[in-house]
C-alpha cells in the first residue's frame, strides 16, 4: 500500500486553478465556525429559492489532501460546481457544506506503518480517543446546524474524496445515528468496523481501479465486508481509473436520486 508518499504531494493546487472556478461557485457564502479560539472556515450554499419557513436536506462534503488550507477557497475545487448545476439545485434543493481541513491536519485519525525505506506499507484507522481537531470542530458545527431548526435532521448526508472519503467511512463509523446516506471516493478506512454503520447508513462507494495513491484494495474491502453484512450498499469501480475517479462520480447518472431517497426512521 502507497498511501501516503504520493498522497499528500497528489492535488497540489495552484492559484490559477481555483480563479477560474470562481465564477461558478460565487453562490456559496464564506463562513467560519469559531469555539473556543478553534477556526473551522467553511463555504455554504443555500437550497434555490430559500425559504426560511421551510427545512432543507444538508449535505457535507469533505475534500482531499491538496484542497488543505486556509483560504476558504479551495475545498471547492472538485465537487463545488455540481452541486450549483441548475439541474440539481432546482431538483435536490439542499444546504451543502464545504468545510476545509488546515494544512497538515487530517479528517479521520491515521497511524502508518513504514519499511526501511520510508514508504507506507499500512495504514491504519483508529477508532478511540479524541477525532482530529477539524472533525471535532465539524462535528460541533453540525450539531450547532442541526439544532438551528432549519435542516430536516432525518436527511443529512455526508460524502467526500480521498482524504475525505477517508473522513467520509471514519464519521458514519463514529456518528451512525446522525447520516442517512454517505458517497465515499477513493477513500479508506478501518473495515473491521463497518458493522457499526453498515444498518444504519446506506453508502455508495467509489474507487478508480488504477489508483495508485489510495489503492482501490481499500474500497473493495469495504463493498465485501458490507455485503456480508447484509448492508444497503452500491459499489462503482471505474476500470482504467486514477486517483481522480471524482471526475467519475460527479456525472454519475442516479447519484442525487439515491442520495435524497434515504432518511432516517
Not at 207 to 225: F, I, L, Q, T
Request: proline share 7%.
Amino acid at each position: 500500500m502507497r498511501y501516503l508518499k504520493l498522497f499528500f504531494l497528489a492535488c497540489m493546487l495552484t492559484g490559477s486553478l481555483v480563479a477560474a472556478a470562481q465564477d461558478d461557485l460565487s453562490q456559496y457564502s464564506r463562513e467560519s465556525f469559531i469555539r473556543k479560539g478553534d477556526t473551522l472556515r467553511y463555504r455554504l450554499l443555500l437550497p434555490a429559492n430559500y425559504d426560511s419557513h421551510k427545512k432543507y436536506p444538508l449535505i457535507v462534503f469533505l475534500h482531499g489532501a491538496g484542497e488543505r488550507g486556509t483560504d476558504n477557497n479551495a475545498q471547492l475545487l472538485h465537487g463545488g460546481a455540481m452541486f450549483v448545476r441548475d439541474t440539481i439545485r432546482a431538483n435536490y434543493p439542499a444546504f451543502v457544506v464545504f468545510p476545509q481541513c488546515p494544512p497538515d491536519q487530517t479528517w479521520a485519525p491515521m497511524k502508518f506503518v513504514r519499511d526501511s525505506t520510508g514508504k507506507v506499507i499500512q495504514a491504519d484507522f483508529p477508532l478511540d480517543g479524541d477525532p482530529t481537531p477539524p472533525t471535532a470542530l465539524l462535528n460541533q458545527l453540525l450539531d450547532s446546524l442541526l439544532a438551528g431548526g432549519k435542516v430536516d435532521t432525518k436527511r443529512v448526508y455526508i460524502g467526500g474524496l480521498s482524504l475525505g472519503g477517508m473522513g467520509t467511512f471514519y464519521e458514519i463509523t463514529k456518528r451512525p445515528n446522525i447520516f442517512a446516506a454517505a458517497f465515499p471516493i477513493c477513500g479508506a478506512g478501518n473495515v473491521a468496523a463497518a458493522d457499526r454503520f453498515a444498518k444504519k447508513v446506506p453508502v455508495w462507494i467509489f474507487h478508480g481501479g488504477d489508483d495508485n495513491v489510495v489503492p482501490v484494495e481499500a474500497s473493495r474491502a469495504y463493498d465485501a465486508k458490507l455485503k456480508a453484512l447484509g448492508a444497503e450498499e452500491k459499489y462503482t469501480e471505474y476500470p482504467g481509473v486514477g486517483h481522480n475517479s471524482w471526475d467519475n462520480m460527479f456525472v454519475e447518472p442516479g447519484v442525487m436520486p439515491w442520495l435524497f431517497q434515504h432518511r432516517k426512521k
